[in-house]
């Protein structure tokens, strides 16, 4: 059996940059949208969102930031890789920018809302929040997302087990310890939480697709195999005729940019 993964291995030193190097293109094509509900309490009491300027960090290929700029605010996307960036569709109110969470490259108070979707477990947790506070207004905001996969469901427990194998219980599938910064923070406060209900709904190929777009994931050889077999039974054994619907609760966590530190 292969040893499992060292879960005292902190997520931001192993490669986050470009361990998404060679699925973007699944990225684009099969990872989860965020529900409207989750967009509009992350902008609520902001005011009017075509006067708001949104940093959105480790942007991806832009599932985010799309949502955002639908929603009228203007976004600039830091995403540190380049395969990424190139497979994001383009949007008027979205520019897209080489960066890290660390180093974002943005002026001093010069947005209004800093977002994380699906990312900030990548980021090194105390320059980030320093560099987010440098970056937001006094009073900004940051919102930090997750798609956290609702294992209450039977079919989403299934795929969720099957991942746990195939990963070797990778450290990224147990994600809160990233919060812990936050709370403990001197930059930020009043940290608070909403939570929604989503669903996607995915033929047999964006199953698969859905898999390979995580980057703990095989790629190939004999345990890519053997996922790619357990997802095409599991789809069998549990589709209907619009397919397979993974479940999930998207947390939406808030906090406030401290005006002076």
């Given at each position: 059996m292969p040893p499992t993964n060292n879960e005292s291995t902190p997520l931001y030193k192993m490669n986050p940059c470009d361990r998404f190097t060679d699925r973007a293109t699944?990225?684009?094509?099969?990872?989860?949208?965020?529900?409207?509900?989750?967009?509009?309490?992350?902008?609520?009491?902001l005011g009017d969102p075509a006067q708001l300027i949104a940093a959105d960090i480790g942007a991806g290929t832009g599932i985010s930031s799309?949502?955002?700029?639908?929603?009228?605010?203007?976004?600039?996307?830091?995403?540190?890789?380049?395969g990424m960036r190139e497979a994001a569709t383009p949007h008027p109110l979205i520019n897209f920018q080489a960066?890290?969470?660390?180093?974002?490259?943005?002026?001093?108070?010069?947005?209004?809302?800093?977002?994380c979707f699906q990312a900030f477990h990548w980021f090194d947790p105390t320059p980030t929040l320093e560099e987010f506070h440098r970056i937001l207004k006094p009073g900004g905001?940051?919102?930090?997302?997750?798609?956290?996969?609702?294992?209450?469901d039977e079919f989403t427990a299934a795929y969720s087990q099957l991942v746990r194998v195939a990963s070797n219980s990778h450290p990224a599938e147990s994600r809160t310890?990233?919060?812990?910064?936050t709370l403990l923070?001197?930059?930020f406060s009043h940290l608070r939480q909403s939570d929604f209900p989503y669903r996607q709904e995915l033929d047999l190929s964006g199953l698969i697709g859905r898999a390979d777009s995580t980057s703990y994931?095989?790629?190939?050889?004999?345990?890519?195999?053997?996922?790619?077999?357990?997802?095409?039974?599991?789809?069998q054994t549990r589709?209907?005729?619009s397919g397979v619907c993974l479940v999930y609760s998207t947390s939406v966590y808030l906090a406030d940019n401290q005006k002076s530190v």
């Open positions: 699944d990225y684009a094509k099969s990872r989860p949208s965020y529900p409207l509900e989750a967009i509009a309490t992350i902008l609520e009491g799309r949502l955002l700029a639908a929603a009228g605010v203007r976004v600039i996307a830091i995403e540190p890789n380049e960066g890290t969470a660390e180093q974002t490259h943005l002026p001093d108070s010069s947005v209004d809302l800093v977002t905001r940051l919102a930090l997302v997750w798609n956290n996969r609702d294992r209450r310890l990233s919060l812990d910064a923070s001197p930059y994931l095989p790629r190939t050889g004999v345990a890519r195999d053997r996922l790619i077999s357990n997802l095409q039974e599991l789809y589709a209907d005729r």
